[in-house]
């Protein structure tokens, strides 16, 4: 548990829906973009701190998405729309029916795409960051994608084996990009820095017929998927190695884009707890506030250092869980891990994509603050 932090933190998972008159700002291109996006910041830490959040986000308003934002601070990159790179697509018509399965706009979903050699242009995150601390007493989590997500997004046949023959090879550029920026972070006083890998579900639950979805813009055929565990484990772990000062955290998800259940992944964390082992993390954000996420013993594979971060509400429902339904879900976890190990918070972002949210700011905030009164009622308990 970090230092001076009550049981049961309550946290978020990064994300935060937009204003509309930010994204009104960002379709027009205004030339105050930058103070707005500040003022959108200074909106999203409010409602989190009203909403009694023990650490804040900076709700990633001044990102188009949880990792399309790089292409604005790395050379060599392009934010290309999934309708432009239907071009290098093998099968145009089975890709966009299976877009269209998955309540997926290909015209709307922007992929960031490597064209050319990786080149920072300044830091990803870290004035992000300096901007969030100089305006919350709150500790903080700073987000970034992960590595594995990274290089398998970015990489497209055809476009980045100019710079990069293979996934592979790109790697090794995004491990010291994403690994100076975390050591930059804890050296700042980052509480926590968490990344971002949903596509490591994609892998052992969607099937080889269904991962050229969006999430992992992986437009070549890849490889089986254990030997893609392993990669992703052996990339996560050389970024975070002998970091000190920073809880390192990785979030783990089944899609984060549609309000439709039924479009969104199935299956128990079991199959990647063995690779989560392997990592070098301090925590695991994960999803459990729907069935869909199995049971929380698959968490005993874990080691009993590592910290768990619950998701124990739904962002993508309008329905506010009560604070009893929060409780139970939590204490089963309590009764597998323990009580010291426990951090609350939604499933995954209220606003993954700028222009897409999968809830309103009401409803996210009413989420927060069940998160928060469940908390009060667990610590009582336990303490």
Not at 327 to 343: D, H, P, T
Not at 345 to 370: H, I, M, Q, S, Y
Request: charged letters at 25%; aromatic letters at 8%.
């Amino acid at each position: 548990m970090m230092t001076g932090m009550p049981l049961f933190p309550v946290t978020v998972v990064g994300s935060w829906p937009r204003p509309s008159w930010l994204l009104e700002a960002v379709k027009r291109k205004r030339p105050d973009l930058q103070a707005l996006q500040s003022e959108a910041t200074l909106l999203a830490i409010k409602y989190q701190e009203d909403a009694g959040v023990d650490i804040v986000s900076d709700g990633e308003q001044r990102r188009d998405n949880f990792y399309s934002f790089i292409c604005e601070r790395l050379g060599g990159i392009k934010l290309m729309t999934l309708a432009e790179l239907l071009d290098y697509v093998d099968d145009k018509a089975a890709f966009e029916n299976l877009l269209q399965a998955l309540d997926v706009p290909a015209f709307a979903i922007k992929n960031p795409t490597v064209i050319g050699k990786l080149l920072p242009n300044g830091p990803l995150v870290l004035e992000d960051f300096k901007f969030l601390r100089r305006h919350t007493r709150k500790p903080v989590k700073v987000t970034l994608p992960g590595p594995y997500l990274l290089s398998r997004s970015t990489w497209v046949k055809g476009l980045s084996d100019g710079a990069y023959p293979t996934r592979e090879s790109l790697a090794e550029d995004i491990v010291q990009i994403l690994r100076h920026e975390l050591l930059a972070l804890a050296g700042a006083g980052a509480e926590v820095v968490q990344f971002d890998e949903p596509v490591l579900t994609e892998l052992v639950f969607a099937g080889k017929s269904t991962t050229r979805t969006f999430m992992c813009a992986a437009l070549a055929a890849s490889a089986s998927p254990e030997s893609m565990l392993e990669f992703a484990v052996d990339l996560i772990t050389r970024v975070v190695e002998e970091i000190d000062g920073s809880i390192t955290a990785l979030h783990v998800c089944r899609r984060n884009w549609s309000q439709k259940e039924d479009v969104l992944l199935a299956g128990s964390y079991d199959s990647l707890v063995p690779y989560f082992a392997r990592m070098n993390l301090r925590q695991f954000v994960l999803e459990y506030a729907t069935p869909r996420a199995g049971s929380v013993e698959a968490l005993k594979g874990l080691s009993g250092n590592v910290l768990i971060g619950l998701g124990a509400v739904n962002p993508r429902t309008a329905e506010v869980e009560s604070p009893q339904q929060i409780v139970q879900r939590v204490e089963e976890l309590v009764n597998v891990v323990g009580a010291n190990r426990v951090y609350l918070n939604p499933d995954c972002g209220f606003g993954t994509f700028a222009d897409r949210p999968v809830a309103t700011a009401k409803v996210a905030f009413e989420k927060l603050c069940a998160l928060s009164q469940a908390a009060t009622i667990l610590r009582r308990r336990h303490e």
